[in-house]
């Protein structure tokens, strides 16, 4: 069972910056494929980002000039988010499941990940 902690989410002005946090416990296997995923009401949750334990990553190309996902090892994963945007604001979710690397990068849709943390609310205002 994969237990995971996101951080890091607010109220910024359009232009700011915010950094996310997700730390991973409870998963000792070093193939893990973890992601970034947001939602407003009444939509599906978007992946925003995915990084894969070797390092392997992929961002959406509606935000790659403008975040960047990272990970400090294979168990805690940042999303750094700049020039944010009124519609950048979402609930944003980390999420996991153990892959290969070619799983991870291709895991565009919510339902390919099994473990979710509890969400970080971004609120961008013009």
């Known amino acids: 069972q994969v237990q995971l902690v996101e951080s890091g989410g607010g109220s910024v002005q359009a232009g700011g910056s915010l950094r996310l946090s997700c730390a991973a416990s409870?998963?000792?296997?070093?193939?893990?494929?973890m992601g970034w995923f947001r939602q407003t009401p009444g939509q599906e949750r978007e992946r925003v980002a995915s990084?894969?334990?070797?390092?392997?990553a992929r961002i959406t190309d509606s935000v790659k000039d403008r975040f960047t996902i990272s990970r400090d090892n294979a168990k805690n994963f940042y999303l750094e988010m700049n020039s944010l945007k009124p519609e950048d604001t979402a609930m944003y979710y980390c999420?996991?499941?153990?892959?290969?690397?070619?799983?991870?990068?291709?895991?565009?849709?919510?339902?390919?990940?099994?473990?979710w943390g509890q969400g970080t609310q971004v609120t961008v205002s013009s």
């Open positions: 999420a996991a499941v153990p892959s290969t690397p070619r799983y991870c990068v291709n895991a565009y849709n919510h339902e390919q990940y099994r473990y």
């Open positions: 409870g998963y000792t296997a070093n193939m893990l494929c």
């Open positions: 990084i894969h334990s070797d390092g392997s």
